[in-house]
């Protein structure tokens, strides 16, 4: 595909082709999920999507941050060829075999901390908060039976992650009770803070409400396993915390023994420009969850974490399809291609610039309340009013559709922020253009009124 010509648009979206399939998928397919336009994708390349119409679009959706070195990798695709060529599956739960092994020595070198470490292979993000959820309570051997998580957090949607799920009441509407012994907490937003305090004046009150108004009041600190976070808000509307705040929560677990688990889905593997989201806060946490981004589209999670805490016995937690020989084959030509192309820093370059555009459009745009991400995972957060901070729904709404159909997709997150995660391959050329585009179709919503 020749990047220069992108996007194209040849068929009013959705095209005759597509509208076909729309049909079908409301006729045939459970509609438990939200999509936000009809983007309906034949092939990918790169960063640039081709629908059935032959519309092309450019890729600032990374089919949900997961296909992090682009669409279709060569060296990927090479690695998957080369496994499917010898076998496809062989349940590494019941017996052994090579490319898992692999693939966890490359990950424990990547992932924050020196010590030993053990990882749990699973199939998705849900399943490795889930597994991750089980070592940690597993490790206390039911002396500590309270979890900590954090309002608008995003986990997963089956039974025990949708507990820690608090991104929106359709989320865990109907399905109560719930995992017992989940406790919210609010989540440093210092845009809308809910103490309607300012950083830094607030001197970081947000962790002493914890100490104070949880473990004080009645959450038992030595009862309390674990707490689990997101270092960036995903779904909650790409929320990044002030400079120190996960140090302050890293002291505080160490005060009471409890151990934290960073649910790096959707910030890991390079997304931010480290290959994991908290490493910008200088903090190693005791278990990391990982997924999306790891084998660029195909089912792969996995749970990293200290030698001694992965301690569960045998048969109490395992997973047929976990650690499939294909994924995992996928998995590590991901990493060495991050490595090999310098994606990190590519996604520090390209994020730098993107923010710097956005941070422009924001003294232009009364839409633009807030600007804020690191690396590739930008969020930029729409209100109707900047003193009220009313967030702007239809508005970013029509916004998304608008770019849609002008050949680029992206999509939104939280209330009113628009989700900026393209592959970490994008060229600068490339997200020019997007950027130009979510600019002209900002202008265009805003002097619509």
């Known amino acids: 595909m020749n990047s220069h010509k992108v996007p194209k648009i040849v068929a009013t979206p959705p095209g005759p082709k597509a509208k076909k399939i729309l049909e079908e998928d409301e006729r045939f397919l459970m509609q438990s999920f939200v999509r936000w ?29 997961v296909v992090s070195v682009g669409h279709r990798h060569p060296k990927v695709i090479e690695a998957i060829k080369e496994q499917c060529n010898r076998f496809l599956h062989y349940s590494l739960t019941d017996f052994y075999y090579n490319p898992a092994v692999e693939l966890a020595k490359k990950l424990s070198k990547i992932t924050p901390g020196k010590f030993e470490k053990k990882i749990f292979f699973c199939n998705s993000g849900a399943e490795a908060v889930e597994g991750a959820l089980k070592i940690a309570r597993g490790h206390f051997k039911g002396s500590r039976q309270y979890i900590m998580a954090y309002i608008g957090a995003f986990h997963g949607r089956l039974f025990g992650s949708m507990a820690l799920t608090s991104s929106k009441p359709v989320q865990r509407k109907w399905f109560s009770p719930l995992l017992p012994g989940v406790e919210h907490v609010p989540y440093p937003y210092c845009y809308r803070c809910p103490w309607r305090q300012n950083y830094p004046e607030c001197g970081y009150w947000c962790v002493d409400f914890i100490e104070d108004y949880y473990f004080k009041k009645y959450v038992p600190p030595d009862e309390t396993a674990c707490i689990i976070f997101e270092p960036i808000q995903g779904e909650g509307g790409y929320v990044v915390p002030p400079p120190e705040y996960w140090g302050h929560i890293r002291k505080l677990c160490d005060k009471y ?4 688990i960073s649910d790096e889905v959707q910030a890991g593997m390079g997304r931010t420009g480290r290959w994991f989201g908290i490493e910008h806060w200088n903090v190693t946490p005791d278990l990391i969850a990982i997924a999306k981004g790891i084998a660029a589209g195909l089912p792969l999670g996995a749970v990293v974490g200290r030698s001694e805490i992965m301690d569960l016995p045998r048969g109490s ?9 294909v994924s995992c084959a996928a998995a590590s030509a991901v990493i060495d291609v991050i490595e090999g192309e310098k994606l990190l820093e590519n996604a520090s370059k390209i994020g730098e610039y993107t923010m710097k555009r956005f941070e422009e459009f924001q003294e232009k745009y009364e839409l633009i309340g807030d600007v804020r991400g690191k690396g590739l995972m930008i969020g930029v957060e729409l209100v109707k009013d900047r003193r009220s901070k009313e967030p702007a729904v239809k508005e970013l709404n029509k916004i998304l559709l608008k770019c849609f ?18 592959p970490l391959t994008i060229s600068m050329e490339l997200m020019e253009k997007a950027i130009d585009i979510i600019g002209e179709s900002i202008g265009e919503v805003e002097r619509e009124g």
């Open 37 to 65: 336009y009809p983007l309906v994708v034949e092939k990918a390349e790169g960063c640039i999507l081709t629908d059935v119409d032959g519309n092309e679009y450019i890729d600032l959706n990374a089919g949900i941050a």
């Open 257 to 260: 023994g409890i151990l934290m």
């Open 405 to 422: 159909k002008k050949g680029v997709a992206v999509i939104g997150a939280g209330k009113s922020t628009i989700r900026i995660a393209p």
């Open 317 to 325: 937690h395992a997973s047929t399809f976990g650690g499939n020989p």
